[in-house]
């Protein structure tokens, strides 16, 4: 595959992430995959915190448009958001770089989780910034590619 693979441009979706928000119970988490499942929707990323009555669950899907009508026809509270996704060429080695490449910028990283894929075969990194347009100009621009859906979705 060429480098250069990482879509970019103005029908170029970027990608949602959903924080789903479960009762603390032990099962509550395995009905949601489940649902995605049977629906052949894959979880590319989880991500949960968990507190003593409830827990926030954040996923990145295959199909975002299809797990936000399922969440609203099955009743289960979430919230939407966009997420900058970036490939570490070098895996966990690159992490300081990343990070030493957002505090140049001054923009502040609010959470963060590894996907469960591996588009390439290299680590992939979810981030929640405060300013994602500038995150991924950074980033792009110290060498690291920004992914988008689709590069998430095939």
């Known amino acids: ?15 949602r992430h959903f924080s789903v928000f479960l009762d603390n119970k032990v099962g509550a988490l395995l009905e949601v995959v489940k649902l995605l499942g049977e629906h052949n929707i894959i979880v590319l990323a ?8 409830s827990s926030i669950c ?9 797990v936000e009508y399922l969440f609203e026809e099955n009743d289960i509270p979430h919230s939407v ?3 900058l996704v970036t490939e570490l060429k070098e895996g966990a080695v690159d992490l ?34 405060d300013d994602i347009e500038c995150a991924s100009a ?16 095939r």
Not at 46 to 53: G, K, N, R
Not at 58 to 66: G, K, L, Q, T
């Open 58 to 66: 954040r996923f990145i899907v295959s199909d975002p448009d299809r």
């Open 1 to 15: 595959m060429p480098e250069a693979l990482t879509t970019e441009g103005i029908n170029s979706e970027g990608v």
């Open 96 to 129: 300081p770089n990343v990070l030493a490449a957002l505090l140049k910028a001054e923009v502040n990283v609010l959470f963060s989780y590894p996907l469960l894929i591996r588009p390439r075969g290299r680590a992939v990194l979810a981030l929640n910034v």
């Open 138 to 153: 950074v980033l792009r621009g110290d060498g690291f590619p920004v992914l988008r859906q689709a590069d998430l979705s």
């Open 46 to 53: 989880l991500s949960i915190q968990d507190s003593a009555e």
């Open 81 to 83: 958001s966009e997420i």
